[in-house]
């Protein structure tokens, strides 16, 4: 893993041609809503596996008033170069270059670590339980490169079993099992791997300085892990009549609890619950750190905004000398504290150093 030293835009959401020469440590980006700050932390997220941080189809990202496709780039401080993007003959296909030659959109994980919290996340707690398993995944995957893989082809084998039960008099029973045994074995590992990150991460959350960010108690709820694959055959009724699968790793949640309160995270105040996703956030960056050899990159979209004084001045102080780490303000005052950066304002689309 690695610090991104140049970051350039073409054509992505309302940056018809940006570039960025960033460094290790902070990256400020300033300026008024809507002019494309978020953006910028966008293109940075989906130099890894999925869809980014807005979890939206690749096809939206394209500049609206543009040729119709759209890429990414970016340097690492290894000299590794990055490219990710689509075409305007296929929208909806993304593509991924690495050193310039093609390359699965999987194999970005190898290289670079990223996390991030957005306004959006906000509702994390008290949202679907879909979120909170994308949020986790994202944990997973920055400790467990392969994590992408198996997740991927269990979704493929479940997309494909959904398929074939919905016409049951056309359908391979030899090829149904052969779905499940995939979806077992892909499903356990992806199961098996969240326990993992879920167990680290509560030691590492045990082992952080009290302070401003309270502690998280987290765990896992829902499917265990528990012969899939016979659970899925016994099921094949259940599941054509509900049209999914009613079992599977997909069928699980995370539980955060605030420990010193010990309520559900759901019922603290949004000051808290912002300040309980911090703490799992920055816990998760050191052990990123001491399991990879380097820190990920954080993505933090207008976090300052919603912080006292006090608490921004202690997260600044948590940061710094951690990594790269991306923040975006609508006043640069905000960052007041902050110490040595790189700055850059931003006004419609267009980036200058600042």
Not at 36 to 60: C, D, F, H, Y
Not at 138 to 155: K, V
Not at 289 to 317: K, S, W
């Amino acid at each position: 893993m690695a610090a991104i030293v140049r970051l350039s835009l073409t054509d992505f959401r309302n940056h018809r041609d940006a570039a960025l020469a960033a460094r290790d440590g902070f990256v400020l980006l300033s300026g008024p809503n809507g002019s494309g700050k978020t953006n910028i932390l966008e293109a940075v997220s989906l130099l890894t596996p999925g869809r980014g941080l807005r979890q939206v189809p690749i096809s939206e990202m394209a500049r609206s008033d543009g040729p119709g496709g759209f890429a990414i780039a970016a340097k690492l401080d290894g000299n590794v170069e990055l490219g990710t993007g689509a075409s305007a003959t296929a929208p909806d296909r993304r593509q991924v270059r690495i050193n310039g030659a093609a390359a699965s959109v999987n194999s970005l994980s190898e290289w670079l670590s990223v996390l991030w919290l957005t306004p959006a996340m906000d509702r994390l707690f008290t949202e679907s339980a879909g979120g909170r398993r994308r949020f986790l995944d994202r944990l997973t995957l920055a400790l467990e490169p392969g994590h992408a893989s198996h997740a991927a082809r269990y979704e493929a084998a479940m997309r494909a079993r959904n398929k074939l039960l919905a016409e049951p008099d056309h359908a391979d029973p030899d090829w149904l099992s052969a779905l499940e045994v995939g979806m077992a074995e892909h499903g356990e590992a992806v199961a098996a791997a969240r326990q993992r990150t879920v167990d680290a991460l509560g030691e590492a959350i045990g082992a952080s300085p009290d302070g401003d960010f309270p502690r998280a108690g987290l765990s896992l709820e829902g499917w265990s892990r528990n012969n899939l694959a016979h659970q899925l055959k016994s099921n094949r009724g259940r599941d054509a009549a509900a049209g999914r699968a009613t079992e599977g790793p997909h069928r699980q949640d995370l539980l955060v609890t605030h420990l010193a309160k010990q309520q559900p995270a759901s019922r603290g105040s949004t000051g808290e619950q912002k300040a309980l996703l911090i703490g799992i956030i920055l816990a998760h960056a050191r052990l990123v750190a001491e399991r990879r050899g380097a820190p990920p990159i954080l993505l933090l979209d207008e976090v300052a905004a919603h912080l006292d004084p006090n608490r921004r001045l202690a997260l600044f102080e948590r940061l710094s000398g951690n990594g790269q780490v991306w923040l975006t303000a609508t006043e640069p005052e905000l960052f007041e504290g902050i110490g040595p950066a790189t700055r850059f304002h931003v006004v419609d689309g267009a980036v200058s150093a600042a």
